[in-house]
């Protein structure tokens, strides 16, 4: 009798937590049948946008050890556009955007990094711009246990002075399994390269509209180094 009490409690405790799927990177508690049927649902509809077949004129600016970036232009064959759409709205589901027009669809240049194992693990939206806000650096509070709560609470300020820019991103996304493995920062380097042709655009050119708190530590962090 002990011995199956044991068991149902291990069942119990095994369902209970928080799990992270390893391959659509959802946390969710299997205890709770809406959450696994959510999981289901987000999972196939995750990894199918992700996926990523390619196509034959396919635009490689750049290839590293671990995948490539691929350039999508407006003028691109439409399973191209399909795919860059499919996947700004798995971006923009996840950012909390909803249906956030784009000031110029004829401009808007997306990169996706795709790895080995050909999943779009990063995408990049770009749009040409003539100026931008500086978002203002926050003035010097004390360092407190409490300063990363913080950090993400705060909303930021911007100049009233519009300064001169010319790359405007929109949208910076990797996926949630593969950050912190420098895909943003090599995403960004690359569009400098590659956005304007023939020159190399410095940190002042290019500017993150309305970041995220991510978005945010990250832009700070790229445009310092
Ligand atoms: N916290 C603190 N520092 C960070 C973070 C973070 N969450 N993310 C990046 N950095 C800093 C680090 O210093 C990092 O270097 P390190 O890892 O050696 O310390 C450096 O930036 C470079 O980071 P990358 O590895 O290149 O960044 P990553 O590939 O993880 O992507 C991104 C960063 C795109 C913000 C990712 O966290 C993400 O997709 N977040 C969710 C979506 C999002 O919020 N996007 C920004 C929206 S704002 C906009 O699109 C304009
Ligand atoms: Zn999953």
Redesign the pocket.
Known sequence: KDFKDQMIIDAGQKHFGAIICKSCGMIYTAASPEDEAQHIQHHQRFLEGIKYVGWKKERVVAEFWDGKMVLILPDDPKYAIKKAEDVREL?DN??GFKQIVLSCPSKIKTYFFVSNERKIV?C??AEQIKQAFRVLSEPNVPQSPNQDVLQHHRAWRCSIKPEVAICG????????L???????????DVVRNTFMYGCYLSTDEIA???????????????CQ?
């Open positions: 971006v996840e950012l990063g990049l939206i991103i929109s949208r910076i996304w990797v996926f949630s593969m950050r912190r493995r420098g895909i943003a920062r090599r995403m960004v993150f509209s309305d970041p995220t708190p991510d978005g945010k530590l990250f832009a700070t962090k790229y180094t």
